[in-house]
Structure formats: C-alpha cells, structure tokens
C-alpha cells in the first residue's frame, strides 16, 4: 500500500504568516490528493481536491499544488480561525490513505 | 441537501462487535460509495474501507479486512459498519462520508462520529 507522510508534524506561526504544510506519497499518486482541516471536537472539512482545486466556500489564502509523490498546502495569510490540523488523502486507488497529520498554532 | 446522519454512541466489552449505521438523504445513495474513517482519542484520521452501494463491493485495509463488515439498505439509503471482536485500542469515533461509486475519493459529506468505547 502507498504510504503518506506529512511535514512538518506541527508547526507555530504568527497571524498573517504565510504557512506550508507539505505531504509525500511512497509512489505516484498523479494529482489525486486532497487536503482537510479538522478542527478540536468537529468532522473533518475538506479544503482542496485534486491536489490544487479549491472547495466551494473555502477562503482564498488556501492553495495547493503539487503532482506526483510531492504536495504542498499553503495559507497565504494565516488566521486566528485556521488553528486546526490539517491531513491529506490520496485516493489514486480504491484505498484513501490518510497522512498523519499537521497541527497548526498561533504563536 | 445532502446528511449523513449516524447512530448513537456505544460502549462494548473487548470480544463484542459494534455496527454503526450511517443514515442518508439528500443524493442517489446508490450513485455514490461510502467510506469509513476512525479517529482515536488525540490520534488522526485512519481509512477503514469502502463499500460501493450500487452493487455492495467492499474494501478494506489490511488492518481490518478480518473483522469489518461493511453493509447496505438501499431501501433506507443506509450504510453499516460492523466491526467485531472488539479490543481496548478501537475506542475510536468512526465517521462515514459519501465517496466515489469507483471507490475511493476525497469527501466533503460526513457523518457526525459515532464514539465507540470498548472497555472491560
């Protein structure tokens, strides 16, 4: 099975800061990634599908790009309101592995 | 517009089983697969399986193949996951979210968790 690796595990930023959060599959995945936010006590929400398209909804300061084994999500501008942890799922194949997770803060 | 509704939360004893059901509306059920996820306490997100509701083929990682089972009432447009010989290191929410007919894909519908407990 494609295993999913995420870095950095947690990271502390200022508001405003720009934030990357980057995410490896063991084999190709094509562009078949997805990023959520999972917030303390609440469902998963999906932020980016396809590796780079963002979901109805979803503020602007979050993008993603990437193909391949090597993706990254970026906050443009981080807010107050992104405090969260934030996970990636391939879903090349009938099995949607998650990676395991980066937790963000203000600092 | 699109629910997944699930049951209640549940506490077993190591040995039981537990099925949680995953109630939908909103959408063709049978239009769309549905996943299972576990999250155990302060732990991430953990891809259990996937069942195809047109024709109930199911997958599911190594990691529970022997012990899930994942089912379908297309007359109540109804997922369940049953997940047996339970033991202490499953208390975990489980959560449902709709998928790909194909099989896997991202979600943006879920249920809201079904805690499961399993202590002696």
């Known amino acids: 099975d494609i295993q999913m690796t995420q870095s950095p595990s947690s990271l502390s930023a200022s508001v405003g800061d720009r934030v990357t959060i980057t995410c490896r599959a063991s084999?190709?995945?094509?562009?078949?990634l997805a990023w959520y936010q999972q917030k303390p006590g609440k469902v998963p929400n999906l932020l980016i599908y396809?590796?780079?398209t963002l979901q109805s909804g979803v503020p602007s300061r979050f993008s993603g790009s990437g193909s391949g084994t090597d993706f990254t999500l970026t906050i443009r501008s981080l807010q107050p309101e992104d405090v969260a942890t934030y996970y990636c799922?391939?879903?090349?194949?009938?099995?949607?592995?998650f990676g395991p997770g980066t937790k963000v803060d203000i600092k | 517009q699109v629910q997944l509704v699930q049951s209640g939360g549940e506490v077993k004893k190591p040995g039981a089983s537990v099925k949680v059901s995953c109630k939908t509306s909103?959408?063709?059920?049978?239009?769309?697969?549905i996943i299972w996820v576990r999250q155990a306490p302060g732990q991430g997100l953990e891809w259990m399986g996937w069942?195809?509701?047109?024709?109930?083929?199911?997958d599911s990682t190594q990691n529970f193949q022997d012990r899930v089972i994942m089912t379908t009432d297309r007359s109540t447009n109804t997922a369940y996951m049953e997940l047996r010989n339970l033991r202490s290191d499953d208390t975990a929410t489980y959560y449902c979210?709709?998928?790909?007919?194909?099989?896997?894909?991202?979600?943006?519908?879920w249920g809201q968790g079904t805690l499961v407990s399993v202590s002696s």
């Open positions: 396809d590796a780079s």
């Open positions: 979210a709709r998928s790909c007919s194909g099989g896997s894909c991202y979600s943006h519908f």
């Open positions: 069942i195809n509701t047109y024709d109930g083929n199911t």
């Open positions: 799922q391939k879903y090349n194949s009938v099995r949607g592995t």
């Open positions: 084999q190709g995945i094509n562009n078949h």
């Open positions: 909103g959408y063709t059920f049978t239009n769309y697969g």
